[in-house]
């Protein structure tokens, strides 16, 4: 340094601390010092100030506690790093958000935070230097929107202008195409005129807006019974009245709608030719469309009456075979012999026991195993002749046994394969009842009928030998014998009689009003005589019945005989006589062995004998058959209440006088 330099230099003022801050605040810069890493503020001009908005206030403050809007942004932290490690951060262009008057504000600054070392370089205060520069920042901002803008806007109407040459070439394209199409349209046209035309089911187009008829075949020409003169140049229900009524609506409905409307079967009556007909349509009301507004209607219809006809035969047929089925109370299955699956109607399961259903194996392990074979047998047979037909036993689940009669076709595929039996089934067990009782009667009517026949023939062979010997002991004995033999042919002959009378519905019952007890006083006279038995009679002596005296006697003296035959030993036998509502109930009552329940249910029936134990008594068992017929002629009632060891009481009511 030159020594006159130096000179002056020794000579020159050195400023004060408060000349240097009176300095740094005419600075337009913003300028502030912070003391610590809390960055509190020592010193801030006043565009420093004018930047936080808070006023001189925050002298003395730490950033943060005067700043709180600072909080969560980096500058306190930034400030901490700069005392910390003694560097300077520099940052431009950087928001902040300040609250100014109340308001929280975001600002752009280029700032310094330098930090101010001493001599031992060690960080004594942080000098903060900013610079407003949001109207530069916003401007800039602006000025980038405005030219993405431009070049936006440059960018489309160069699409524009591209799409508007493609557009110039399409149209041309377009309009070469729409000839091409007009005229592949009109073809079309034809053709489709030629098909609707040709169609061999009814076609008919109608314009929607007024119902003219457009287009109609010949189909449906004939279809209504119209001529072409009478359907063309006309609407559809002009030339069509008699459809008007029930299905203009819905014409209607379908042009409102647009919803098609579809007919199977419909009955309706055409004039055909001058003549009404009835007939039967499958129809469709077709809505055609433009820019989704109906314009035309297209009726396509078919004449199905043949059909319909055939088919109501076919059914009416069914319910014929269905109503005899029933009526035969006769059940149907169909078998697959393929899948062993077996369908079956209701008859069927109450038939095999059951009251819903069940397995083919089910059913099949229902029948009695004695007859497992018969089935076996039976299906191996149908197999080769296609008829399934046997009888068999069915186990119920309560144990009881029925009888069955199973009868089937059974159809094949066309390469000779069983596929499936359809048959029916019939409940045969009354039948073979029936013809076991009928058996037994044969068997019994011989033994009855034999024995007195054999004694007769043998009294009169001896009486031949001893006609010239009018005097011999042996004549009258004899004599006894025959009339005996003929009383017990006479007693079956008129049972086997009476069985026929009792069911012949020209039977006129001859009644008239008698006294119970009277009438019963003088009945059985044979027992009453023999003095074994004592009838007695037992109620009220003064009701009358209005009845068939002789019939009735008929039914008393045979449950009197059943009571001597069946109980021996009750040599007292009451008849008794009581008054239920409008009815006169009369029992026979005595106390023999008894009958088993199980036997009572049968007592009425034809040909049946109870047989109790120890007594095997001799008869057609007719005698209580024909009492019940008796009283069901009567309009009344009859039936028995027995206990074993106690006795039995026979009962039939009778009509009031």
């Not at 809007?69 to 940052?91: A, C, D, S, Y």
């Not at 005589?529 to 009358?544: E, M, P, R, V, W």
């Amino acid at each position: 340094m030159a020594p006159e330099d130096l000179l002056m230099k020794n000579f020159l003022p050195n400023l004060s601390n408060e000349q240097l801050l009176n300095v740094l605040s005419l600075s337009e810069d913003a300028t502030a010092v912070h003391v610590s890493e809390d960055a509190v503020i020592q010193y801030a001009n006043d565009a420093m100030i004018a930047f936080w908005g808070k006023g001189r206030s925050v002298i003395g403050k730490s950033l943060e506690e005067a700043l709180p809007e600072l909080k969560g942004q980096p500058f306190i932290e930034l400030f901490r790093r700069v005392w910390n490690e003694g560097i300077t951060i520099k940052g431009t262009d950087t928001p902040a958000q300040l609250e100014v008057n109340g308001e929280l504000q975001t600002f752009y600054f280029d700032y310094e935070y330098r930090a101010v070392k001493n001599e031992e370089g060690k960080t004594y205060c942080i000098l903060h230097m900013a610079k407003d520069v949001t109207e530069l920042v916003l401007s800039r901002k602006r000025e980038q929107g405005l030219i993405e803008e431009l070049r936006a806007a440059n960018e489309e109407l160069l699409a524009a202008n591209e799409e508007m040459n493609a557009a110039n070439e399409e149209l041309t394209e377009s309009r070469q195409q729409l000839m091409e199409l007009y005229e592949e349209l009109n073809d079309r046209d034809i053709q489709f005129r030629s098909m609707v035309k040709q169609a061999p089911i009814g076609i008919c187009i109608i314009r929607a807006s007024d119902l003219y008829i457009q287009e109609v075949n010949n189909a449906y020409l004939e279809l209504v019974g119209k001529q072409r003169r009478e359907i063309e140049g006309r609407t559809i229900w002009a030339a069509v009245p008699e459809a008007a009524e029930a299905y203009a609506p819905i014409m209607s409905s379908v042009i409102n709608t647009a919803t098609a409307f579809i007919a199977k079967e419909h009955e309706l009556i055409l004039i055909r030719n001058n003549v009404p007909e009835v007939v039967f349509v499958d129809f469709v009301y077709e809505p055609i469309t433009t820019d989704e507004t109906v314009t035309a209607i297209m009726v396509l219809a078919i004449d199905v009456s043949d059909k319909v006809r055939a088919r109501r035969g076919v059914e009416e047929m069914e319910e014929r075979i269905r109503l005899a089925v029933e009526a035969a109370e006769t059940g149907t299955f169909e078998l697959d012999l393929v899948g062993r699956n077996m369908l079956t109607s209701s008859r069927f399961n109450t038939i095999f026991g059951f009251d819903q259903d069940v397995s083919w194996r089910t059913i099949v392990n229902a029948i009695h195993p004695d007859d497992w074979v018969i089935r076996e047998q039976a299906h191996a047979k149908a197999l080769i002749n296609g008829k399934l037909i046997y009888e068999a036993r069915v186990i119920y689940p309560d144990l009881s046994i029925h009888w069955v009669r199973v009868q089937g076709k059974v159809y094949y595929d066309k390469n000779g394969k069983a596929l499936k039996i359809l048959g029916t089934l019939l409940d045969i067990t009354n039948f073979k009842r029936l013809e076991q009782q009928k058996d037994d009667f044969i068997s019994i009517a011989s033994h009855e009928l034999k024995t007195p026949i054999t004694t007769l023939k043998a009294s009169l062979q001896l009486l031949e030998k001893l006609k010239d010997e009018p005097a011999s002991p042996l004549f009258p004995k004899l004599i006894n014998q025959s009339v005996k033999s003929m009383q017990k042919v006479s007693s079956l002959v008129d049972d086997l009689l009476n069985v026929s009378r009792s069911k012949d519905v020209e039977l006129q019952l001859n009644k008239t009003t008698f006294n119970v007890s009277e009438f019963l006083e003088k009945c059985c006279s044979d027992i009453r005589l023999a003095a074994k038995y004592n009838l007695t009679i037992q109620g009220d002596n003064h009701l009358s019945v209005f009845a068939d005296e002789h019939a009735i006697d008929q039914v008393i003296v045979n449950l009197v005989n059943n009571a001597v035959k069946y109980a021996p030993e009750s040599l007292e036998i009451f008849l008794i006589i009581e008054q239920l509502e409008n009815t006169v109930r009369i029992s026979v009552k005595d106390t023999g062995p008894g009958i088993a329940a199980d036997k009572i249910p049968h007592l009425f029936e034809r040909y049946y004998q109870a047989k109790p134990g120890g007594f095997n008594k001799s008869g057609l068992g007719l005698g209580l058959y024909i009492c019940s017929e008796i009283i069901k002629k009567h309009n009344g009632k009859i039936g028995v209440n027995s206990v074993i060891g106690e006795g039995s009481t026979f009962w039939f009511t009778l009509p009031l006088e």
